[in-house]
């Protein structure tokens, strides 16, 4: 086989037909079989056994029993990979919001060589997420996904999707075994536990054909569970040295208030001791291994000082309208705004300070070679009466 789409489903029968109808037009002519693996209960695989009888093209399905069904959805995902009978797997939803017709596009981008996963972004351009529906869902979504890439922000540095159900993977890149899968949000196990090249192309994400939505509050859990799971160890160091300092910054506020200081004054000078101390610790035992590919020292000390600062500043008149207009005293505003502050400062050191730089391509300027190129061809530029 060229290639496996693998469709997981959860009472997805009345899509089935459709669903196989569209996939078979757009891989006329490829070497492809539709694999469908099942968590539901309501037909779907004697459904799908009924359609592969007059379909052009091989389809088949595994039904996990219920009490089987470890990971969700996910789990779903990882016994397809494990049946497929090609190495070249495409993963999609079996609701059709996902376009069948896009599955030969992934696989002619993976043909080029230079990728392992093939994702279908909504967030690039060529790319629309109307799909989702409400405005709330498509916040939910974008703010699930910056957390995410903040979270990871070397494996998926490049990414724009990494949430996205529809990618294409090489089984013989990926170790089954070593996954451990839970939820909808497969293509981030296999991203994160994975040295995997990737590429992007762009998906009009659609909306529903059939059937309601399997996104809950419970999913969402499940999601934030699965997600500090996977990167439990540096941001829960980073929570610690926030920690630390949040304590430190309230004891320097106490203190200097018993001594006479004002609040506010108080609260600048622990802000700039926490901010210079919590960088250091942050350098040390968060970001060590981030170092290497992110700018030098003195731009990450800048660049989070800077935003340290711009965020106290906000900050600190927040710190005064607790104080003043609700009356909590100045400790426990101080201990409120460090907790609302902590999670801003997560995103924003993954994403920005320590970003991998860019590597610059051969024969192109520097910043400061451009200035002087233009500088000299201004200088050399003929005069005119």
Same mark, same amino acid.
């Given at each position: 086989?060229?290639?496996?789409?693998?469709?997981?489903?959860?009472?997805?029968?009345?899509?089935?037909?459709?669903?196989?109808?569209?996939?078979?037009? $757009?891989?006329? +002519?490829?070497?492809?079989?539709?694999?469908?693996?099942?968590?539901?209960?309501?037909?779907?695989?004697?459904?799908?056994?009924?359609?592969?009888?007059?379909?052009?093209?091989? %389809?088949?399905?595994?039904?996990?029993?219920?009490?089987?069904?470890?990971?969700?959805?996910?789990?779903?995902?990882?016994?397809?990979?494990?049946?497929?009978?090609?190495?070249?797997?495409?993963?999609? #939803?079996?609701?059709?919001?996902?376009?069948?017709?896009?599955?030969?596009? !992934? =696989?002619?981008?993976?043909?080029?060589? *230079?990728?392992?996963?093939?994702?279908?972004?909504?967030?690039?351009?060529?790319?629309?997420?109307?799909?989702?529906?409400?405005?709330?869902?498509?916040?939910?979504?974008?703010?699930?996904?910056?957390?995410?890439?903040?979270?990871? /922000?070397?494996?998926?540095?490049?990414?724009?999707?990494?949430?996205?159900?529809?990618?294409? %993977?090489?089984?013989?890149?990926? #170790?089954?075994?070593?996954?451990?899968?839970?939820?909808?949000?497969?293509? !981030?196990?296999?991203? =994160?536990?994975?040295?995997?090249?990737?590429?992007?192309? /762009?998906?009009?994400?659609?909306?529903? $054909?059939?059937?309601?939505?399997?996104?809950?509050?419970?999913?969402?859990?499940?999601?934030?569970?699965?997600?500090?799971?996977?990167?439990?160890?540096?941001?829960?160091?980073?929570? +610690?040295?926030?920690?630390?300092?949040?304590?430190?910054?309230?004891?320097?506020?106490?203190?200097?208030?018993?001594?006479?200081? +004002?609040?506010?004054?108080? $609260?600048?000078?622990?802000?700039?001791?926490?901010?210079?101390?919590?960088?250091?610790?942050?350098?040390?035992? =968060?970001?060590? #291994?981030?170092?290497?590919?992110?700018?030098?020292?003195?731009?990450?000390?800048?660049?989070?000082?800077?935003?340290?600062?711009?965020?106290?500043?906000?900050?600190?008149?927040?710190?005064?309208?607790?104080?003043?207009?609700?009356? &909590?005293?100045?400790?426990?505003?101080?201990?409120?705004?460090?907790?609302?502050?902590?999670?801003?400062?997560?995103?924003?050191?993954?994403?920005?300070?320590?970003? /991998?730089?860019?590597?610059?391509? /051969?024969?192109?300027?520097?910043?400061?070679?451009? &200035?002087?190129?233009?500088? *000299?061809?201004?200088?050399?530029?003929?005069?005119?009466?």
């Amino acid at each position: 086989m060229d290639v496996t789409v693998i469709v997981p489903t959860r009472n997805e029968r009345a899509n089935v037909a459709e669903v196989v109808q569209q996939l078979a037009t $757009a891989l006329a +002519g490829r070497r492809a079989e539709i694999l469908f693996v099942d968590d539901s209960d309501d037909g779907t695989v004697a459904e799908v056994e009924r359609v592969a009888r007059d379909a052009p093209l091989p %389809v088949r399905a595994i039904h996990r029993a219920a009490g089987v069904r470890s990971g969700g959805l996910g789990g779903a995902v990882v016994a397809g990979l494990a049946a497929a009978a090609s190495d070249v797997c495409v993963v999609m #939803d079996g609701d059709l919001q996902h376009p069948p017709a896009l599955v030969p596009a !992934l =696989v002619d981008r993976h043909a080029r060589g *230079d990728a392992d996963v093939v994702i279908a972004s909504r967030y690039i351009g060529g790319g629309d997420s109307t799909g989702l529906g409400t405005t709330l869902r498509f916040g939910l979504s974008r703010a699930a996904t910056l957390l995410t890439k903040a979270m990871f /922000p070397v494996r998926l540095h490049g990414t724009s999707d990494p949430m996205t159900g529809f990618f294409l %993977v090489d089984r013989t890149r990926v #170790d089954l075994d070593a996954l451990r899968p839970s939820g909808f949000k497969i293509l !981030l196990e296999l991203l =994160v536990r994975g040295d995997l090249r990737t590429a992007e192309v /762009p998906m009009r994400f659609l909306p529903r $054909a059939e059937g309601e939505s399997k996104a809950s509050l419970r999913q969402g859990v499940t999601f934030l569970v699965h997600l500090a799971r996977l990167r439990f160890g540096k941001m829960s160091v980073f929570a +610690g040295i926030g920690a630390m300092g949040a304590v430190a910054n309230v004891a320097i506020v106490w203190l200097l208030t018993a001594l006479g200081l +004002g609040y506010i004054w108080a $609260a600048v000078v622990a802000a700039e001791l926490t901010i210079v101390a919590n960088f250091l610790l942050a350098e040390r035992f =968060v970001f060590a #291994d981030m170092r290497g590919r992110a700018s030098g020292f003195r731009r990450r000390f800048l660049t989070s000082f800077a935003f340290n600062n711009a965020e106290a500043a906000i900050r600190i008149p927040v710190l005064a309208l607790l104080v003043e207009t609700w009356h &909590i005293s100045s400790v426990l505003a101080t201990a409120i705004t460090l907790a609302v502050a902590f999670v801003a400062r997560f995103v924003f050191h993954s994403l920005v300070v320590y970003a /991998p730089r860019r590597p610059r391509e /051969p024969g192109t300027e520097t910043a400061g070679q451009r &200035i002087i190129r233009i500088m *000299d061809e201004e200088a050399m530029r003929p005069g005119e009466l």
